[in-house]
T-cell receptor, first 113, second 115 residues
Framework: GQSLEQPSEVTAVEGAIVQINCTYQ??????LSWYQQHDGGAPTFLSY????GLEETGRFSSFLSRSDSYGYLLLQELQMKDSASYFC??????????????FGAGTRLAVHP | KAGVTQTPRYLIKTRGQQVTLSCSPI?????VSWYQQTPGQGLQFLFE???????NKGNFPGRFSGRQFSNSRSEMNVSTLELGDSALYLC??????????????FGEGSRLTVL
């Protein structure tokens, strides 16, 4: 089957840098996505990596190593508003499900002053 | 551009009842998928519809069903509700048959409580 592992909780202070890791096991790989979800809110798309390397979008960056089945989300210059849950996800393409995502259990990030 | 709209936002039902949840995708989006989110299980895929056809189904019992209309709006139905069906039900839309970036646009969900 397909599964993703990520830490359940991470704590950091404002202005710091935090890295949220994600390891995955899939029978076929079509990219790793990251989503952010604030309490009571909708998950929102942050980034997508299909190839190895680092993708940067403002304060957020995402990294992928396909050979290691590993990726991470890097958040820089942390702000209080970054306190949220972060999910990594892969697409389950075995059944042609390009829009069927398998999610990790989520990492709850708490940013403190 | 309006986002994904889900109704109702909150509802309370009792065991044995049924419930219908509605989702209006972003205009122009033809794919709608549904996810169940619970504290213990995270986000679990329920099913995906594209052009009124169910393309994929997750590992949920037959009590969970859905459909998509010609205007891409979608509904999901849960019959014979059980306590374990209490969850946040999220609808997500995307642009086309394949999503190159895996980007889904989620609604804020319908929070179902089963008593």
């Amino acid at each position: 089957g397909q599964s993703l592992e990520q830490p359940s909780e991470v704590t950091a202070v404002e202005g710091a840098i935090v890295q949220i890791n994600c390891t995955y096991q899939t029978s076929g790989f079509y990219g790793l996505s990251w989503y952010q979800q604030h309490d009571g809110g909708a998950p929102t798309f942050l980034s997508y990596n299909a190839l190895d390397g680092l993708e940067e979008t403002g304060r957020f960056s995402s990294f992928l190593s396909r050979s290691d089945s590993y990726g991470y989300l890097l958040l820089q210059e942390l702000q209080m508003k970054d306190s949220a849950s972060y999910f990594c996800a892969v697409r389950d393409v075995r059944s042609g499900g390009y829009n069927k995502l398998i999610f990790g259990a989520g990492t709850r990030l708490a940013v403190h002053p | 551009k309006a986002g994904v709209t889900q109704t109702p936002r909150y509802l309370i039902k009792t065991r044995g009842q049924q419930v219908t949840l509605s989702c209006s995708p972003i205009s122009g989006h033809r794919s709608v998928s549904w996810y169940q989110q619970t504290p213990g299980q995270g986000l679990q895929f329920l099913f995906e519809y594209f052009s009124e056809t169910q393309r994929n189904k997750g590992n949920f019992p037959g009590r969970f069903s859905g459909r998509q209309f010609s205007n891409s709006r979608s509904e999901m139905n849960v019959s014979t509700l059980e306590l374990g069906d209490s969850a946040l039900y999220l609808c997500a839309s995307s642009t086309g048959a394949t999503s190159n970036t895996g980007e889904l646009f989620f609604g804020e969900g319908s929070r179902l409580t089963v008593l």
